[in-house]
């Protein structure tokens, strides 16, 4: 009986081939297309089966089926954004799958709080799908907006990057119901300015304000594992050389308090 440390992730490459199939039925998929999409769905089940392994669980939670969900329709973004490089793509399917896929990533959090299901590897998940699918959504709209948009998408990635180089950046972070926030604006500015139905400079507006609050968000992140950075540990003092005890013949014979007065000796000695 194979295992649900193997069968969880094989349903997602499952659900990724049908989100590719249908996509390919209704809106239409090139051979590129369908390349990037199986590529993207490989390697979130060789990420996910090695999450499962390294937490030591044995089977995905109900949230965790969510984000899975998630995932695939963000795979289906994928395919259609790379189609687009080639020539024009049915707008409002990449519309519709990023606004599902996003509305979603309130549903998993909702699920796993009410389910009492929430995981580390759960929240990693959830963040890796949020970061991709925004970082797809830059490549697609950069042709309306400028390439500048995709330094939206690659904060996330620049952030952890920097985590291999400075040790203090590897830091844990208290949660902060801002971050969430912050995150959610930057898809929904996205999936708004990728229907087209903005002009062009009201479009740059909004993707600018995004990239504000994106920037504040991680500066106060920044910010905060500076100043609870690992000091290190202060050296200690130096401590005053041992002293060696004074040779018998000159120690002082007194005891505190107590005065002792030496008579001197007659010369010649004592006679009887």
Known sequence: MVSALRTDPFAGAILQVGVLAALAGTAGLSAYGWLAGLLFGVVTVAA?????????????????????????????????????????????????????????????????????????????????????????????????????????????????????????????????????????????????????????????AVLLGALALLVESFGRDVGWLWRHRARPAPRPEALPAPVSPAPAHHRSEWTPGVRITRQPAEAGGRRR
Do not use: H, N
């Open 48 to 204: 996910l089966g090695y999450g499962l392994r390294r937490s030591g669980a044995d089977r995905l939670g109900p949230a965790d089926w969510v984000t899975l969900t998630r995932a695939t329709l963000t795979g289906g973004v994928f395919a259609l954004t790379v189609d687009s490089f080639r020539g024009p793509i049915v707008v409002p399917v990449l519309v519709v799958l990023s606004a599902v896929a996003l509305s979603l990533d309130w549903v998993d959090g909702q699920v796993a709080r009410r389910t009492g299901t929430a995981s580390a590897l759960g929240a990693r998940f959830d963040m890796e799908v949020d970061s991709f699918l925004v970082l797809v959504l830059c490549g697609y709209v950069a042709d309306q907006v400028g390439a500048w948009v995709l330094v939206i998408g690659a904060m996330r990635y620049v952030f952890v990057a920097a985590g291999w180089v400075l040790p203090w950046m590897r830091g844990s972070l208290p949660p902060r119901y801002w971050r969430k926030v912050v995150a959610a604006t930057q898809g929904i500015a996205l999936a708004v300015v990728a229907a087209g139905v903005l002009p062009r400079p009201l479009a740059v």
